[in-house]
């Protein structure tokens, strides 16, 4: 969950395909060591922000990386899982960035449960943050020119106190 897009191509396929977008050259390195074993790696040219599409195309062996119809129990059930799960979270989908000369730190996802978790985690770390709201309605674009499936949520971090907070705990 985060940083790939994995489905499997049709119901009936045996083939999976796994793709993100960077622009880091680690990034890219990262995502050929561990898939060019296992099928042909294509990287696209940069786009008008400098990120690269990388696809690779794998058989059913890696079904383990499809998207499940839920965030583990193992991971919901204990809170320093649901603390990993979330840092790891935000690393892949997270932004840190200003909003009117303000420090804000935000996570979006068309994965409801997964913004959920994340808000409910944050408010049992007594970090203050806006509940889940909509960020783009489905088949929207986003700056990139990406449509969106299905609605996009966010949870949004503005408080200098609670920002401060946030970064210090996922720091350990």
């Known amino acids: 969950i985060g940083d790939l897009h994995v489905y499997q191509t049709s119901s ?16 890219i390195d990262l995502f ?9 790696i294509w990287i696209g040219k940069p786009d008008k922000r400098g ?7 794998l058989n059913l062996t890696f079904k383990f990386l499809l998207p499940k119809d839920r965030i583990p129990t193992w991971i919901e059930d204990k809170l320093s899982n649901q603390i990993a799960f ?7 989908e997270g932004t840190v960035c200003l909003v009117r000369n303000m420090a804000t730190a935000s996570v979006k996802s068309q994965d409801k449960e997964v913004i959920f978790l994340f808000y409910y985690c944050l408010k049992s770390l007594d970090i203050v943050c806006g509940e889940p709201n909509l960020a783009r309605l489905a088949g929207s674009f986003d700056k990139s020119g990406v449509i969106s499936n299905k609605d996009v949520l966010q949870v949004s971090i503005y408080r200098k106190d609670s920002l401060v907070a946030f970064f210090e705990f996922f720091e350990k």
Do not use: E
Not at 12 to 27: E, F, G, W
Not at 86 to 92: I, K, L, R, S, T
């Open 51 to 57: 990120a690269r599409k990388i696809v690779c195309y």
């Open 32 to 40: 050929k060591k561990l898939f060019s074993r296992y099928g042909h």
């Open 86 to 92: 979330c840092a790891g979270y935000f690393d892949a």
């Open 12 to 27: 009936q396929s045996k083939t999976i395909r796994v793709a993100t977008n960077t622009t880091k050259v680690a990034q």
